[in-house]
């Protein structure tokens, strides 16, 4: 999809967009931060409500709202407050599309469109729903006449969206997740390594996680690094990320005897100068919408093991740019780690395709300018950023 011409933009208006969401971090909040910043450039005027304060690894370049917590924060008292703020600060905005993230910002979203405070109305999933149960999915189905679009991040996401929400398939679609270019030349930061306790005969094992969710499979890495070790003595694991499961995590490389093996990294805002100290990148997810941390990865030329599961298959392909192994599949993930750790050729060949394929499909530039057609064909034509 095309950008709008520099010519067109400046002689148009810009339109209003709102984008409301229950987290500014993470993956998610990383990757919405970027593209607003390109929206904004592009004479798109975006604000945000955060349900939460912002823990994105950018600051963020349009006006950022925070909603502050009340003194009852609990259901349904929480929700009420939220979605009254919400409203008000529709009502003040005035924008043209709102865009939702996250269950209770789409409901918020829904109840203002039903309202008819919101003109257009956009969602996004993120991933394949595992923390949402039946009272969510109930919730949804019930007011699935609402969204305009929803944007799913892979086509795994889509198909659990169409079979859960019931949602009509036309308005479903789907833009994969994108990343910026890497700042190159891709060299290790001086003294990294060092503070790590790294030598330079150590191959790493990466991984970056959020340690608060049990769907990112942690333990999976950690499980598998005696067999890894055992046949790579030289393999060192660097896991970035941090949450209330790292005390659990850390007593179990200590019981598996993998504990000086097994660097426990802490949170990095910089993570791009983490990946050059990489050899191999691995996910042990139990399930992924699109990771974001794949496509860093890959952008960063490293060849990937990951498990099968939703949107990695749409991103990796097996055998040319890393290997897909089944989720908690022990002996698979360990044989396929082993042989790229093994075999520098092999590592470069696939990182090369790796970064190949990020360039060709995966490009933050060409996934905003995506989102940007969507609202497009919402917008009336006197709004659109191309002033069509």
Known sequence: MRAPSPLAVAASPPWRLLIITDDLGGGTGNHLVAMTK???????????LSQAPIRARQKPGIPVTVVPPG???????AQIRRLQIASRHVGQFQPAVVHAYFFWSIMYARALKALGKVPFLIEN?????????????MKLRATRSLPDRVICVSEAVRQVVLKKEKLDQSR????????????????????????????????VVG?????????????????????????????????????NQETELRQLADRLGVAEHVIFAGHADNIN??????????????????SITLLESMSHGLPVVVT???????????????????PRDTPAFVDKVVRLLKDHDMRAR????????????????DVAQNYLQVYEELLPRATTPSGR
């Open 308 to 326: 099968s599961v939703g949107g990695n298959p749409e991103v990796v392909t097996d055998g040319v740019t890393g290997y897909l192994v089944p």
């Open 172 to 203: 479903v679609i789907v833009i994969h997740n994108g990343v910026e270019r890497p700042p190159g030349p891709l060299h290790e930061r001086s003294g990294l390594r060092a503070k790590l306790g790294l030598r330079p005969e150590h191959l």
């Open 71 to 77: 003194r009852l924060e609990r259901y349904p008292f």
């Open 207 to 243: 991984m970056v996680a959020n340690f608060n969710r049990q769907v990112k499979g942690v333990r999976y890495l950690i499980e598998a690094a005696p067999l890894i070790v055992q046949a790579v003595p030289q393999a060192r694991f660097v896991l970035l990320g941090r949450g």
């Open 125 to 137: 999933r993120e991933d394949q729903g595992f923390n949402w149960g039946t009272r969510e999915y």
């Open 273 to 290: 100068d983490y990946y050059p100290l990489m050899q191999v990148s691995a996910l042990t997810s139990l399930s992924e919408g699109l």
């Open 38 to 48: 390109l929206w904004e450039s592009w004479r798109c005027q975006a604000r945000i």
């Open 350 to 365: 696939f990182g090369a395709a790796a970064k190949q394929q990020i360039e060709r499909r995966f490009r933050l530039h």
